[in-house]
């Protein structure tokens, strides 16, 4: 996606260049004001001109339509003329060998219904499955949305809408995916939120809950590949603050090591959730020992 941050656009696609996309779909939103015209126009010409020999498609606005509509619209127009895919923002940096690494599995697992999503990152890259200690990659509840591989089949069951969240057994489908009540407090306010929302702001909440709904795991490499830049930033839409949870990127190794079974790495998840929707008494302890460490190491 190239909007109003060349910048950004210019680093994605350097790193891009990297192991060079044979075919490239730049979505481009049009511009809300004339400051943001020319900005637009900087990194469409970025996104159109990349320094490797490849199939470039555009899918452009002349006027804004908003991040939600914008992205609809491309991945309608790539999943028309393809099978799978990899989406990212101009904000996200993807090591090399996600490129390779989703292309096997996009391949391994296209008929697999049990499979719906290939993440680009890994969060806590430091806790191991110990079932899958010698495995390239394993399965989780969790989607990330920070570069990311699907098929069209899962595509075709994506509703911005998520009008099944009223008829399905949210108790059941919250306690299945969650492990405490704050993070299931949190995931019911934001499908709540997102549910049938005539002006949708975000469009990951709604296929997190395609892929929870589906029964979809995502695959997670036990390595992470995906770096955003985008925090910290006055023209960010949603990545405010500093990023919490950089991870350097890092190459996988090949041949991949696949896992003997399709099934949720529960302790993969549980550690995930912890860093993602931490409890309550773990904020307070965080909190305690960050005002000791000022207290006693502010001289250092």
Request: aromatic share 12%; net charge neutral.
């Amino acid at each position: 996606m190239a909007f109003i941050r060349p910048d950004l656009i210019a680093k994605c696609l350097h790193q891009l260049s990297k192991f060079k996309p044979p075919i490239l779909y730049v979505i481009g939103d049009g511009p809300r004001n004339e400051k943001e015209e020319i900005l637009c126009e900087k990194s469409r010409d970025l996104a159109l001109n990349p320094n490797w020999d490849c199939e470039v498609i555009p899918i452009f606005n002349d006027e804004n339509q908003g991040i939600v509509k914008s992205f609809i619209q491309g991945m309608n127009r790539m999943f028309t003329d393809h099978e799978f895919g990899i989406f990212l923002e101009d904000d996200v940096l993807l090591s090399p060998s996600f490129y390779h690494f989703s292309k096997e599995l996009l391949i391994k697992y296209r008929e697999n219904r049990k499979v719906g999503h290939i993440n680009a990152s890994n969060f806590v890259p430091e806790f191991i499955p110990k079932e899958e200690k010698g495995s390239s990659y394993f399965f989780s509840n969790h989607p990330h949305v920070w570069g990311f591989a699907t098929w069209r089949r899962m595509w075709n069951s994506y509703d911005i809408n998520m009008p099944a969240w009223k008829t399905v057994d949210q108790k059941k489908l919250l306690d299945e995916h969650c492990f405490s009540n704050r993070e299931k407090g949190s995931l019911k306010h934001l499908f709540d939120l997102h549910c049938e929302n005539p002006d949708p702001w975000a469009c990951d909440y709604q296929w997190i809950f395609n892929c929870l709904y589906n029964k979809a795991l995502s695959i997670t490499p036990k390595k992470n590949m995906s770096l955003n830049i985008g925090f910290d930033r006055t023209d960010s839409t949603h990545t405010l603050g500093e990023n919490p949870f950089v991870r350097p990127l890092e190459e996988c190794n090949f041949p991949l090591s696949h896992p003997k079974l399709i099934e949720r790495s529960l302790g993969f998840d549980r550690a995930l959730s912890q860093k993602l929707c931490p409890s309550t008494t773990s904020i307070f302890t965080g909190k305690i020992k960050t005002r000791f460490s000022k207290l006693f190491g502010g001289n250092e």
